[in-house]
């Protein structure tokens, strides 16, 4: 109580009394603290949070932000569709040794982390959505279970149809980065379904480990940073959110080894195959890699029956309202729900996001107000491709035409690797929070994360930016350090990724959380704090015109995208212009009505622009986003993501569609972005707004 009313007090305060904004810079750098975010994740990582767990957790970060000052908060509730792992079984079977069990996988890992009594227990080996069945065949090794692997198998007479094929994990693969192949597990199943699998058995190789495994001599967790042999990748199996057709399991190594050495000399070797079935891991362990099939007396049982359940997801959102232009709101998020304990995915973002938090709560204290709103968004249900801003944004509709941006972290600090990704309406947010902060790495070089970074946004997103920016077509970035190469193998989806991992081999110091923490607040900072949202629209151009550079197809004219693209690089040059004018012209007149209408204007306009690159029509499921591709961070991916597709598939009359969208698209923001003689037009709300903001002065 005693904070409200301090609060209160503050805010009726004159407003020269508020922090400047070098003060707030300076407090969002100094407030952040390693300690706290142990505590944070040490929290978060006690119990298994698996979506439809949430609502413990979901009170506690709603209190916790009270505690910290954040004056609105909202703990939401959305009925979903949920599962969980029930009856399930791997087994190698020998049907002349009928008596005998080859092997049985453990489907768990072998050090489980306790919790405490009455806390919710981690689950074993589980895919969310894969198909229900239990099925007994003869079993194939098919790589990573890509479709150009099954053509491969097909086109050497191995019959893929109706066996169960044993396939790695494709997370983290800088082999399937390099050849430009990375793809979802999603996309596995996906395959699967497409290529009639009667099952799908997916292991991590140590492949994906480079220097560090167990066969070059280092030890396994917890003993030293190798991948442990027993580690199992859970996940989810299908982006819909409802169930396959095709059984799958995933399973250790260390069980993957029988199951593979039972096909020793049966079959072509992988080796026979291209470059992308080179590599595999288990060489050492006596493992060929022939693909198969099993001989016919040998067969693979493959079990699984989950339980499916009616349950609810729970967000937390916080609101700081602006205190000139509450209509606009910047967002920031990360989903909160795990595998396992989630040190790395799942609760690292959490962790960060509540140091944001903290420190906007500090500034809040000191009687800092945002110009526009900035909401915090924890959110439940990534991992069961259930994310919580699908509904969350239908409940919301407001947000279609207020939300600006939305700025997300998933992993916070699980490696070196920094990634940011999303829109370049972002890039000088980015820069300014990257500018400020120096590199973890690099005291002596005195490098800031911005020169390290190099300040360009990349193409793609992350987490439930992934929505928000392929359906809502918010303008979004993805940010955070991962596992990069060289890096200690990070225990995704499995019961190692604990703040044991952390603190001994993923971020001791928590210098890669706190340096992601600082950037994610000093972003949102600059979205938040001034008259005019800070942008470069010509960015948008600059990529555009590099992304053309590198399209071609035979028989595709492009000429008419490219004329689009180089008026709207005209456009955006003056617009950007006429936004840096009317910039200085506030710092000198800040309370000049007529320039705050002229700031509303152009602030409206960055928010309807990336709306206006809506596909009119996009397929099921397909992203609505023409020009930036959904892919996550461990993803090398193309502009005009629905135009490159069609132009790999060789679809000409497809190509030329998504062509004329998109110039279409264009067109309709050099429209909107078209400055008149007498500066933009303003539309009658805006006026009706600008009265509404001062009525004494309009
Ligand atoms: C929070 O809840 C209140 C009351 O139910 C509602 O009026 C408000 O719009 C909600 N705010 C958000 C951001 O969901
Ligand atoms: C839950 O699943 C049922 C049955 O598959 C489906 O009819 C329903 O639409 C789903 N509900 C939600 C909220 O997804
Ligand atoms: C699954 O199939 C195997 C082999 O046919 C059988 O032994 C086992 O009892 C079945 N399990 C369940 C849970 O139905
Ligand atoms: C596959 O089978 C066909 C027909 O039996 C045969 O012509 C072809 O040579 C075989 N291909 C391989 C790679 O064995
Ligand atoms: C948001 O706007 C898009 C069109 O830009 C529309 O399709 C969608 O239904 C809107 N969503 C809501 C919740 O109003
Ligand atoms: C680091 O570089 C910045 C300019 O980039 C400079 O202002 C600062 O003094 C340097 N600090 C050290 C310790 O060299
Ligand atoms: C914050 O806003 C003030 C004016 O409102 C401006 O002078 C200052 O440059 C802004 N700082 C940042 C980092 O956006």
Redesign the pocket.
Known sequence: MFRRHFLTLLCACPSTWALS?DAV?DLLLRVPNPDKIREWSAYYTKESHLPGEGLDQGQWTKALWRDLGIPEINLTSHEANLTYPNNHRVALLDFNRPDVLVHEAHLIEDTVPPVGEGQKPFIPAFFAWAGVGNVTTQHIFANFGLREDYEDLVKANVTVKGRIAVIKTVFGSSLLRDLHMGVHRQEQMKAAEDYGLAGLIVYTDPQLDGEITEFNGYNAFPDGPARPPSMIERGVMTFSGSTSTVPAMPISFADAIPILQALNGHGPLATEFGERWHGGGLGYKEVQYNVGPSPAHVAVNLCNQPTFTRGHLHHVIGTIPGSTFPDEVIMLGSHRDSWGPGAGDGSSGPAAMNEVVRSFGVALAHGWKP?RTIMFASFEGLEFSLPGTKNWFAENPWLNTSAFAYLDVVSAGAGSKFHVQGSPLLGRAMR?GTGLVQHPNSKEKNQTMLDVWGGQVSLGTGGDGSVIQSTALVSTVDLGFSAGDGDNPFPYHSLYDTDDWMDRFGDPDRKYHLTTTKIWSLAV??LA???LI?VTVNEYAVLMRKALDSIEMPGLDLTTLDQAISHLHQITLAFDEYASTLSRQI?SQPDDPGLLLKAKDVNQKYIAIERHFADPQPPPGASRHLIIPRAPYYFQSSAFPALHQSIVAGDLSVAETYRDRIVGRIHEVIELLHLDDSGTTLSQPLKQWAVSLNPDKA
Request: net charge negative; proline share 18%.
């Open positions: 904004p810079q110009s300014y900072f600059a704090n001034d008259t800070p710092s």
